[in-house]
């Protein structure tokens, strides 16, 4: 039985992988911590033949990024894992160049191919130049994300940054010199179209070359038909249509696909800068206030968003509100994702108590990783089984010991209206 170890930085690219391997009936798992003991690993894939962890790295120095990865792969070697796969963001956000060199490192591999494109959401690589939606990444919105910032478009370029291995960019009328020579170190594969990522997949195969793998779930959606994994009955569990969005994402994208859903019927809740950052009875009471309007809604048949901003434009305010009651920029982050999950948390619990929203039932549905971790943490959630995924990039998954389904996508991913979408696939 193939066992393949995926480490995401982040717990919805981890979600975004998993379902596509639930998805063709390969049981898959994911988990969050940043190391685990070689018995917790061997217990998960007693079931399972891909475990994926999110080690939460994205946002921390590439130094302890690196150091992540080589002790969860240092643990996993031993137990017989054959294939590693570093689940990257297709904007190349995080600590990319330093996680791929740790992990060529730890596994002791010659070799590492990377395969950063993710064209059906419109991320593609051209001449080692990484584009979004024909845009240069250094020109996109991703330019100017939050927390992770990218200022080049060039791949090897980005990876140079932290990496010192060897860095080769293989065009697609490249693949069959790939194939007869493999280069030492880390290789990155060009990719316009979902044909192209294949292509550049199967010629990995005929190198020899699966050991160990990079790049966002389109690369990663080739492998069930590259390695020999166990295929049993694709399942979907009951997905309640009553939703419940929470939206932790400020990009662009994001924010136009809940204004779209505002446009069309879904109820909007302004998280606060006083419910997300203070700690004292002020900040109790404005949670207080979010979570019974919340859960009012909910009870009254409507669908919810809670987001901070709704606009761009509104940042700017949010801000020097925020830093009247945190001065401190820098504690935001963790702090916001926290309070996002208590609120949430609090709302999930007395939707249980409440017979009227037990009967209808709830689906959470969390844009971003953060956020989603945050929630995770507040609610004691420490794994997620994938089921389907519902949407390109939209991850349906299972929480063990509860009966929430759970749907994750990424902040920059999917059409404006793919709320709405949402609400139709799973029969509202």
């Known amino acids: ?38 018995s917790n690993l061997v217990g998960h894939f007693a079931s399972h033949e891909v475990v994926l962890i999110d080690i939460e790295s994205r946002h921390v120095s590439p130094g302890e990024a690196a150091r992540r990865v080589t002790r969860i792969v240092e643990t996993a070697r031993p137990v017989g894992v054959d294939f590693f796969y570093k689940k990257t963001d297709s904007t190349l956000r995080g600590n990319v160049g330093a996680e791929l060199e740790a992990l060529l490192n730890a596994s002791g591999g010659r070799t590492l191919c990377f395969v950063p494109a993710h064209p059906a959401l419109g991320r593609t690589t051209r001449d080692g130049v990484q584009f979004v939606h024909d845009k240069p990444l250094h020109e996109s919105a991703f330019a100017v994300d939050p927390r992770s910032p990218v200022g080049e478009s060039g791949v ?13 960019t293989i065009r697609q009328n490249e693949l069959s010199a790939f194939v007869r020579n493999p280069p030492a170190g880390l290789v990155v594969f060009d990719a316009e ?31 069930p038909d590259l390695i020999p994994f166990t295929r049993g009955t694709a399942t979907r569990p009951c997905i309640p249509p009553r939703l419940l969005v929470v939206n932790g994402s400020l990009n662009e994208v994001t924010l136009r696909q809940c204004a779209t859903a505002r446009e069309h ?10 419910a997300l950052l203070a700690e004292d009875a002020s900040g109790e009471n404005a949670r207080t206030t979010i979570i019974q309007e919340t859960v009012s809604l909910l009870a009254g048949g409507r669908d919810v968003v809670l987001q901070s901003v709704r606009h761009r434009d509104e940042c700017a305010r949010f801000n020097r509100a925020a830093e009247c009651v945190s001065p401190d920029t820098k504690d935001w982050p963790e702090r916001i994702a926290l309070n996002t999950g208590r609120m949430v948390a609090e709302v999930l619990s007395l939707r249980r108590a409440a017979n009227e929203l ?19 943490r507040a609610n004691g959630w420490e794994s997620f089984e994938p089921r389907d995924e519902l949407l390109r990039g939209v991850a349906l998954c299972e929480i063990p010991v509860t009966d929430l389904a759970l ?22």
Not at 12 to 28: C, E, L, M, P
Not at 156 to 166: D, E, G, M, S, T
């Open 1 to 38: 039985m193939p066992r393949l170890l995926v480490i995401a930085d982040d717990l919805s690219g981890a979600t975004d992988v998993g379902v596509q391997f639930a998805k063709r009936g390969i049981r898959a798992f994911v988990t969050i911590q940043s190391t685990t003991a070689p």
């Open 156 to 168: 090897a370029a980005i990876l140079a940054r932290q990496a010192n291995a060897p860095i080769t």
């Open 193 to 223: 179209t979902e044909a192209d990522v294949r292509r550049a997949a199967e010629a990995i195969e005929e190198a020899e070359c699966l050991t160990v793998l990079a790049g966002p779930a389109a690369f990663a959606s080739c492998l």
């Open 265 to 274: 019927g879904f109820a909007s809740v302004s998280l606060t800068p006083l």
């Open 358 to 376: 037990s009967r209808q039932g709830l689906t959470l549905v969390v844009f971003g990783g953060d956020t989603l971790v945050g929630i995770a």
């Open 407 to 428: 749907v994750s996508k990424p902040g920059g991913f999917g059409d404006d209206d793919v709320l709405l979408k949402l609400r139709d696939a799973i029969g509202q």
